[in-house]
């Protein structure tokens, strides 16, 4: 059955057969630690899609792109991650806020490895895989935690296409593909992650997505009146005279994804 297949394939699973993209199990079999990459605005929805593809060993939470979501939403987060027990970091990778805490946790599991080792023989890399929804900032966090621009990165899911190690120092990264299948998705988890660009453009509905986040996220009474004239601010009347809704409900999931509506937190802890 799906679960049972899917729990033979979980990374981290020694000899198994691992997901299509992503490294073979010899290779995770080198890793020390997961770090589990989750969009601040969606964490339960990007831990319940990814749950099914990893183990609970040696896992890090990392929340991604906490400027774009409530900052007192994203500490209950971290507090409710942590209460169960779970390492987390908010960190922004573009700016590099919040990477000292997660650069030190690093730098002490490191020490810790050399001591386990031998005392005095070896100091070898801690090696740290990447995981976690297309588009959630694997890439990115890669560069930051290295220091360099290495890993490619861009808006549009799917930009990294095999894994890769990459090295500075004493820390080795492997950087993933956004493996997860997203194409189940249905109903509000698929507008979730529509919103936050962790899905094509070709796997949903914009306007179906705009009207959504304006009803649930923004709360409007009237969503189709707000993203029409949401539409009419910005100039895009179609023929004769109407607001082209189709554009401007594109428009308006473009800006919720740049955070030019405001910063938003889809999902809260204690309400999930
Ligand atoms: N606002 C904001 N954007 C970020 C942050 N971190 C990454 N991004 C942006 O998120 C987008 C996706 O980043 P990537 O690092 O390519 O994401 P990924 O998980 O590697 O994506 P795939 O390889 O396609 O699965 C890029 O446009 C980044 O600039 C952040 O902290 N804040
Ligand atoms: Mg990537």
Redesign the pocket.
């Known amino acids: 059955m799906a679960s049972k297949s899917r729990r033979r394939n979980k990374v981290g699973s020694r000899g198994k057969k691992q997901h299509p993209g992503l490294p073979g199990s010899r290779t995770v079999a080198m890793v020390d630690m997961f770090l589990f ?1 989750l969009d601040s605005r969606i964490p339960k929805t990007s831990l319940q899609i990814a749950e099914p593809y990893l183990l609970k060993k040696n896992r890090v939470y990392v929340m ?5 979501a409530h900052p007192e939403i994203t500490g209950d987060w971290v507090r409710t991650f942590r209460s169960q027990g779970w390492p987390c970091f908010a ?5 590099g806020r919040g990477m000292g805490a997660l650069t030190a946790f690093l730098e002490q599991k490191q020490a810790e490895i050399g001591c386990k080792a031998h005392s005095e023989v070896l100091v070898r890399p801690l090696r740290a895989m990447l995981f ?10 890669a560069n930051r935690l290295l220091g360099t621009s290495k ?10 296409r095999g894994s890769h190690w990459l090295r500075r120092g004493l820390l080795e990264i492997l ?1 993933t ?2 493996v997860i299948d997203t194409s189940q998705a249905k109903g509000e988890i698929l507008y979730k992650l529509a919103a936050t660009w962790a899905v094509r453009d070709n796997q949903y509905d914009e306007e179906e997505v705009a009207f959504w986040l304006a009803k649930q996220v923004f709360e409007k009474a009237d969503p189709i009146s707000h993203i029409t004239e949401f539409g009419r601010d910005i100039g895009l009347i179609g023929p004769g005279g109407r607001v082209d809704f189709s554009r401007a409900s594109k428009t308006f999931i473009q800006c919720f994804r740049k ?1 030019k509506l405001g910063r938003a937190s889809i999902e809260k802890p204690d309400t999930q």
């Open positions: 990459l991604t792109k906490p400027d774009l960190v922004e990778s573009n700016t976690g929804l297309p588009n959630v900032g694997k890439s990115s966090l890993a490619p990165f861009g808006a549009k899911p799917g930009l990294t950087d593909p956004g955070g």
